[in-house]
């Protein structure tokens, strides 16, 4: 494919980890250790639901930092107690995670339900994270692309050259997740392979240039300590992250060794 450079990303994932001061203090500790670093790298903390108007507050005048959410229902608004509408984030967040596995596992949604919530977002102006990835057991039966080819072309096929260039996918091996507490992470060279795929499936729905301007995410334990084997493999334009996102001298450790450019495919 003609090399393009795309802008890295980090985005951090704080899950259900803190109160809503941790959060406000974890959001404050990374403004400060990045307060002297001429950023390069696009970043985004995804905060808890209760938290999202405090952090928005807290980095509104940063030019570094921006707020995603975790989830949102399908549906716009109704009768869905205990769920949290794009109406009700698009005030404090700009971007916002979807199909995470821990949410597919939890609630038994589709690959039609996370599609139609990648819609939602685009429709009101947010950028879609979208998470697609195999589980243990898919994996030991050699299905690894067949499901994330699966999941991808069900994202693609309700989707318009224009905002393909709005989306961005993350590929998330949910047997590697720290929450699963992997034996073993995945091979940094199957994690590219499986990135072409992604982008080959989008490049044959809209084109080779069209392909080009999707960002691609790796996520799965990404701690400092191993997120270079994953970003500097082709076409891997940035993590997402989890456990360590928490810890913000971690957090921006990872942040730093991002920099340095776009990737290229």
């Known amino acids: 494919m003609e090399r393009k450079e795309r802008k890295r990303l980090v985005v951090g994932n704080w899950k259900m980890q803190l109160s809503h001061k941790a959060e406000l203090e974890t959001i404050g500790a990374i403004k400060n250790l990045l307060k002297n670093v001429a950023l390069d790298v696009e970043v985004v903390v995804c905060p808890s639901f209760p938290?999202?108007?405090?952090?928005?507050?807290a980095v509104k005048k940063s030019t570094k930092l921006a707020v995603g959410a975790q989830n949102i229902h399908w549906e716009e608004k109704g009768a869905w107690t205990g769920s949290v509408s794009v109406l009700q984030i698009k005030p404090f967040a700009q971007w916002c995670i979807v199909g995470h596995s821990e949410q597919r596992a939890l609630t038994g949604e589709s690959?039609?339900?996370?599609?139609?919530?990648?819609?939602?977002?685009?429709?009101?102006?947010?950028?879609?994270?979208?998470?697609?990835?195999?589980?243990?057991?898919?994996?030991?039966?050699?299905?690894?692309?067949?499901?994330?080819?699966?999941?991808?072309?069900?994202i693609l096929n309700k989707m318009t050259r224009v905002s393909l260039s709005k989306l961005v996918i993350t590929y998330e091996p949910i047997w590697a997740i720290s929450a699963n507490q992997p034996d073993e992470l995945p091979d940094p060279n199957n994690i590219a392979g499986t990135m072409l795929l992604i982008r080959k499936l989008a490049a044959d729905r809209f084109g080779v240039e069209a392909a080009e301007r999707l960002r691609i995410l790796y996520g799965g334990s990404v701690t400092p300590d191993n997120v270079a084997s994953f970003v500097f493999?082709?076409?891997?334009?940035?993590?997402?992250?989890?456990?360590?996102?928490?810890?913000?001298?971690?957090?921006?450790?990872?942040?730093?060794?991002?920099?340095?450019?776009?990737?290229?495919?």
Request: hydrophobic share 35%; with cysteine.
């Open 111 to 154: 690959d039609e339900e996370v599609q139609v919530k990648v819609s939602t977002l685009l429709k009101y102006g947010l950028t879609p994270v979208v998470c697609v990835g195999e589980t243990a057991q898919e994996r030991a039966s050699e299905q690894t692309t067949a499901r994330v080819s699966e999941q991808t072309k069900t």
């Open 51 to 57: 938290s999202l108007a405090g952090v928005a507050e």
């Open 233 to 265: 493999e082709p076409g891997v334009d940035g993590v997402l992250v989890g456990g360590a996102s928490v810890h913000p001298g971690q957090f921006v450790n990872i942040i730093k060794q991002l920099q340095g450019g776009g990737s290229q495919a």
